[in-house]
T-cell receptor
Framework: NAGVTQTPKFRVLKTGQSMTLLCAQD?????MYWYRQDPGMGLRLIHYSVGEGTTAKGEVPDGYNVSRLKKQNFLLGLESAAPSQTSVYFC??????????FGSGTRLTVV | GDSVTQMEGPVTLSEEAFLTINCTYTATGYPSLFWYVQYPGEGLQLLLK?????DKGSNKGFEATYRKETTSFHLEKGSVQVSDSAVYFC???????????FGSGTKLNVKP
C-alpha cells in the first residue's frame, strides 16, 4: 500500500549509543517531517525538509540530525542518545494537497 | 506565533452520547484547520479539514466548522460509538503549508 513507512518500529538504546531512523514514502511528496510525541505534549516538530537535499530545524532540533539525500527518504539520526529522547517518533509527508500522511511510528526507549 | 489549544482529556462518554471537543487557534494570515485521529498503536490519520472561514469539514459523522470570528474549530459528533475511542488532535497549517501546529490531543473513551 502507498504511504509512509518507518523502520524500525521499536528500539531500545543505551545512553550514548547512536542510531538512525528511516522514513520512506512512495507518494512523490516534496515535504517530509519528523515529529516526536510525548504524553501531554502533543506532537513537536524536530526537523523537516521541503525537498531533496534540503533540511530545516523545527521546534525541538537539539540532539538530532537529518538527511534527505533522496526524495523518498528522510533519515533521523541520534548521535549520542539520552534518556530525554525516549519518545514515539513519527514521520510524515505532504505534497501540494493539504494534510499530512503519517507513518505508524517508532517507539524508542533510551536506558 | 501560530498555536492550537484544545480541551484536556480524557473525555469519557457513553455510547450514543453527543461529543464536543473544543479547539481554538492563534494564527497570522489565513490558516487551514484540521482534525486528526490516532488509534492505539497507530500514526495520525486525517479526519477532516477546512481551508477557509465558514467552511465545514465532515467525515464519518464528525463535523467541525471554521469560525474566524471566534478563532475556533470545535469537533462534534451526534452519536459516538465505542469504535470512536481514540486520541483526537486539532491542527493548523500556515499559508505556506511548510509546517503544521498540533494541539496536545484529547483522549476520548466511549463506554458501551
Amino acid at each position: 500500500n502507498a504511504g509512509v513507512t518507518q523502520t524500525p518500529k521499536f528500539r531500545v538504546l543505551k545512553t550514548g549509543q547512536s542510531m538512525t531512523l528511516l522514513c520512506a514514502q512512495d507518494m512523490n511528496h516534496e515535504y517530509m517531517y519528523w515529529y516526536r510525541q510525548d504524553p501531554g505534549m502533543g506532537l513537536r516538530l524536530i526537523h523537516y525538509s521541503v525537498g531533496e537535499g534540503t533540511t530545516a530545524k523545527g521546534e525541538v532540533p537539539d540532539g538530532y540530525n537529518v538527511s534527505r539525500l533522496k526524495k523518498q527518504n528522510f533519515l533521523l539520526g541520534l548521535e549520542s542518545a539520552a534518556p530525554s529522547q525516549t519518545s514515539v517518533y513519527f514521520c510524515a509527508s505532504t505534497g501540494v494537497v493539504y494534510g499530512y500522511t503519517f507513518g505508524s511510528g517508532t517507539r524508542l526507549t533510551v536506558v | 506565533g501560530d498555536s492550537v489549544t484544545q480541551m484536556e482529556g480524557p473525555v469519557t462518554l457513553s455510547e450514543e452520547a453527543f461529543l464536543t471537543i473544543n479547539c481554538t487557534y492563534t494564527a497570522t494570515g489565513y490558516p487551514s484547520l484540521f482534525w486528526y485521529v490516532q488509534y492505539p498503536g497507530e500514526g495520525l490519520q486525517l479526519l477532516l479539514k477546512a481551508t477557509k472561514a465558514d467552511d465545514k469539514g465532515s467525515n464519518k459523522g464528525f463535523e467541525a466548522t471554521y469560525r474566524k470570528e471566534t478563532t475556533s474549530f470545535h469537533l462534534e459528533k451526534g452519536s459516538v460509538q465505542v469504535s470512536d475511542s481514540a486520541v483526537y488532535f486539532c491542527a493548523l497549517s500556515d499559508q505556506g503549508f511548510n509546517k503544521f501546529y498540533f494541539g496536545s490531543g484529547t483522549k476520548l473513551n466511549v463506554k458501551p
